[in-house]
């Protein structure tokens, strides 16, 4: 034990005696991601949204005054347009060009047509044509309130009863979207942030792990340790405990970050009051991150041990990163992971088990399997790093 109290007191003197990778690899991290993060969320607001007292500007052909009535609320600017062609490309390019958002066209007569329709006489209904450019936000937004208001228009001619159309929002039952606040929040949470978290882990393992053990190998200051009294196991305790204190540092930042730029990345839309986790929760999410970040240095410890040098960790982690990406994409996938094999797969078990957390349905057996299975796999892990740390071959490349 002593042997790998000293293994980590040289490993924490190491990192935290460089305030530069103190700062690239706890603080930068989480600083980058809320600025990164709340600039792209303003970014994409502004790029795709539209103020509010916007004025639309559109051209009109033969619109009824009821239709003309009936879209004041929508804050539409028309200018009535004759329909000849020697006009037509001029204004199709100011629509495309963003300086008109819309062009109407209403056939002639088009409210008898629409009172004489029969849908029986197997004949077209009359048709109402709208051009705008989808490339640009102003000329969507007004295209979409046309297309709400002429539908709601066209239900009105022929309604018959209506459908969830009460004010209120509610009914005979009570609401009709029986989906609460909470539960909406939780489901797009537990298919964002698995994904993130298990991406901030492995940035800061990374960020790490190589430097202390292939870096080590590189310089040659390994062998030194090696040839010291300090037990193979001790040695591959000490590195992973304290590479993986390192690496939950930089995770933390990283998690911090996201959080705090959450509402503006999701465009202000995320009402924080919604997520209410218990702090049973927190506390099994810590847990569940430790063994994580366990696990993932475990592996990344064996792979930096098993290269020559810094470079070639680097290379041989890229398959690593793939394969992380893509267990974490599975709850943003919708994909069915169900079974209790899957308690016992690395990196899924514990992506499946932030997914039932972040989804208030905790499930407390699945996390518990999972915490007891990744300190089992780590132990493994530890195990044949101590092996490799004994091995001549792979740590002097004899």
Not at 375 to 388: F, R
Request: glycine share 8%.
């Amino acid at each position: 034990m002593h042997d790998i109290i000293t293994i980590i007191k040289k490993e924490m003197a190491r990192f935290f005696g460089d305030k530069r990778l103190v700062f690239t690899t706890v603080i930068m991290p989480g600083l980058m991601i809320y600025l990164m993060y709340s600039l792209m969320g303003e970014g994409m607001m502004k790029q795709f949204s539209t103020a509010d007292d916007y004025v639309g500007k559109a051209y009109c052909v033969n619109m009824p005054a009821e239709i003309r009535e009936m879209t004041k609320p929508a804050n539409i600017e028309w200018e009535d347009w004759d329909g000849n062609d020697a006009d037509k490309e001029r204004i199709l390019k100011e629509i495309a060009d963003g300086e008109k958002d819309l062009l109407i066209y209403f056939p002639e007569n088009f409210m008898t047509d629409v009172a004489a329709y029969d849908i029986t006489s197997g004949q077209p209904a009359p048709q109402i044509e709208m051009y705008y450019s989808s490339e640009k936000s102003n000329s969507g937004t007004i295209y979409s309130k046309m297309q709400s208001l002429l539908s709601a228009f066209e239900e009105s001619l022929v309604n018959k009863y209506d459908i969830n159309m009460s004010a209120e929002g509610e009914g005979k039952f009570g609401s009709f979207d029986q989906a609460s606040e909470t539960g909406i929040m939780g489901k797009m949470l537990s298919g964002l942030l698995p994904m993130l978290i298990m991406t901030f882990i492995f940035s800061g393992c990374s960020g790490v792990a190589p430097e202390s053990i292939a870096g080590e190998k590189e310089r040659g200051t390994i062998a030194t340790l090696l040839v010291t009294p300090v037990k193979r196991s001790a040695l591959a305790f000490g590195k992973v405990i304290s590479l993986s204190i390192i690496a939950l540092l930089a995770g933390i930042s990283s998690f911090l970050g996201t959080t705090l730029s959450l509402p503006k990345m999701m465009g202000g839309e995320v009402d924080m009051d919604a997520i209410t986790y218990s702090i049973t929760d927190y506390l099994l999410l810590f847990v569940l991150i430790i063994s994580t970040v366990l696990v993932m240095v475990s592996i990344i410890s064996l792979i930096s041990a098993y290269a020559k040098s810094v470079k070639e960790a680097t290379t041989m982690m890229a398959p690593f990163m793939v394969v992380i990406i893509l267990v974490s994409l599975i709850p943003m996938l919708g994909i069915d992971m169900g079974g209790k094999a899957t308690f016992f797969i690395p990196l899924l078990n514990s992506v499946t088990a932030m997914t039932s957390i972040f989804g208030f349905n905790t499930d407390l057996t699945m996390i518990g399997l999972t915490i007891g299975a990744n300190v089992v796999i780590t132990g493994v892990l530890v195990t044949v790093l101590t092996k490799m740390f004994g091995n001549e071959n792979i740590m002097f490349g004899k």
